[in-house]
């Protein structure tokens, strides 16, 4: 099992920007595809981003041109910079792989507020 521990929140203005990093234990991150995912309150988790082991990467609707996904593989780690930054963004973000797992091993997560 990998474990994984998000970092990166905060809380921000319209239109600010944040970066989000996760770090993932273990020696096998480079072959891994990983992705970002979002909770806000009241509703299901939903992913964001993806990026495949060779960094072909993928965005939901709602955050593409604001939203940047990339790894570092000599890290053991996944970023997402967010950018132009909506009130609609503000949930609690996790990293995880893509697609996630058969079993629970979600992490504490980071948490985004967008706020003026």
């Known amino acids: 099992q990998v474990q994984l521990a998000e970092s990166g929140g905060g809380l921000v203005q319209p239109g600010g920007s944040l970066r989000l990093s996760c770090v993932v234990s273990g020696s096998i991150f480079r072959i891994l595809h990983m992705g970002w995912y979002r909770q806000a309150p009241g509703k299901q988790r939903d992913l964001v981003a993806t990026?495949?082991?060779?960094?072909?990467?993928y965005y939901v609707d709602s955050v593409k041109g604001r939203f940047t996904i990339s790894r570092d593989n000599a890290k053991n780690t996944v970023y997402l910079q967010m950018n132009s930054l909506k009130p609609e963004d503000t949930a609690v973000y996790y990293c995880?792989?893509?697609?996630?797992?058969?079993?629970?091993?979600w992490g504490q997560g980071t948490q985004v507020t967008v706020s003026s």
């Open positions: 995880n792989l893509s697609p996630p797992p058969g079993y629970d091993n």
């Open positions: 990026v495949t082991s060779v960094g072909t990467t």
